[in-house]
């Protein structure tokens, strides 16, 4: 397998000969790919990811698209993956709300869940046969006090509390979550810790709220998505792949990559979304093993990049 030193580290495929390229692409035959920051960027498609992803397709690689966005469910990301040009279907699709929907449903869950988070979670639990409550805007009226004394009565068959994105959240879901947290056989299940979003601002992410939640209940949630050892599971339970001779692509460093280095993939880190190249150097020099561990294998401008390489 092609793979040259970059101080020690990660090795950038934009620099390498067409005939190392032709080798790194006989190194793997499925390809895990992270959505937005590496494909697309909200509606907007990145130059070239279509081509390249398709092209992994025409020679043969299996490919599956791995998101740990929950606003959606999967027949929605297939649409929209379809409409940007990529030749995917929802099949081949994970989301972390269709992961937190079959972790419930694994663990034969038959009670109602109490969603911090978008319809995308709710969808993908009623799809799986779960009942759910929770979702859209809960804002405060008069006091905590009042809330919790005339307006909050615990809803009697909650058995786990889902938090995912919420662009709603506030002073009572973060209440409402821990009264039913404190009762320890309630399960505490997040799709994701990402701490923001790529774009151009900084855009809070699950892994904020969930942060919120954890230290005020007391309690630990399971993640099911990027870099938890659930998804690996599912995926490598599910899916015919080779670990070695499978390359997860990412723009997250501490989701994606350590998510790839996880399950012992090959990793590649494109410069379009979170952690750029600056990043890398400073993860190389750090003395933290958990840090060098984010390094990936690879890493690129963007998808579109490799494009001339492959030709």
């Not at 499925?30 to 697309?40: A, E, K, Q, S």
């Amino acid at each position: 397998m092609v793979k040259a030193n970059y101080d020690d580290g990660a090795f950038c495929l934009n620099n390498a000969k067409k005939s190392e390229i032709k080798q790194w692409l006989n190194s793997f035959d499925t390809v895990i790919t992270d959505c937005d920051g590496v494909l697309w960027l909200g509606p907007r498609v990145l130059p070239g990811s279509p081509d390249v992803i398709n092209f992994f397709k025409s020679i043969g690689k299996r490919v599956y698209f791995l998101t740990n966005n929950s606003e959606k469910i999967r027949s929605e990301y297939a649409q929209k993956a379809q409409r940007l040009g990529y030749n995917i279907d929802a099949t081949n699709i994970l989301s972390s709300s269709y992961l937190a929907a079959a972790y419930l449903k694994e663990r034969k869950f038959t009670k109602t869940a109490y969603v911090i988070g978008t319809s995308g979670i709710t969808r993908e639990l009623k799809m799986a046969g779960i009942d759910c409550i929770g979702v859209g805007p809960d804002v405060l009226q008069s006091s905590i006090d009042d809330m919790l004394h005339n307006e909050f009565t615990p809803h009697d068959d909650v058995g786990a509390v889902i938090v995912g994105y919420d662009e709603h959240f506030s002073i009572p879901k973060l209440t409402k979550a821990c009264a039913y947290l404190d009762d320890a056989e309630v399960e505490f299940v997040a799709t994701n810790s990402d701490e923001r979003e790529p774009g151009k601002f900084i855009v809070p992410g699950p892994g904020a709220i969930i942060a919120s939640i954890e230290n005020c209940s007391g309690r630990q949630a399971t993640i099911v998505g990027k870099p938890s050892p659930y998804v690996c599971e599912y995926i490598l339970s599910k899916s015919n792949v080779t670990p070695e001779r499978t390359l997860m692509i990412g723009d997250r460093c501490n989701t994606d990559i350590l998510f790839g280095k996880n399950c012992n993939f090959q990793t590649l880190m494109v410069e379009s979304g979170i952690h750029n190249r600056n990043d890398l150097e400073e993860f190389m020099s750090s003395d933290d093993e958990e840090i060098q561990r984010q390094v990936p294998d690879f890493y690129c401008k963007s998808l579109g990049s490799l494009l001339p390489f492959l030709k």
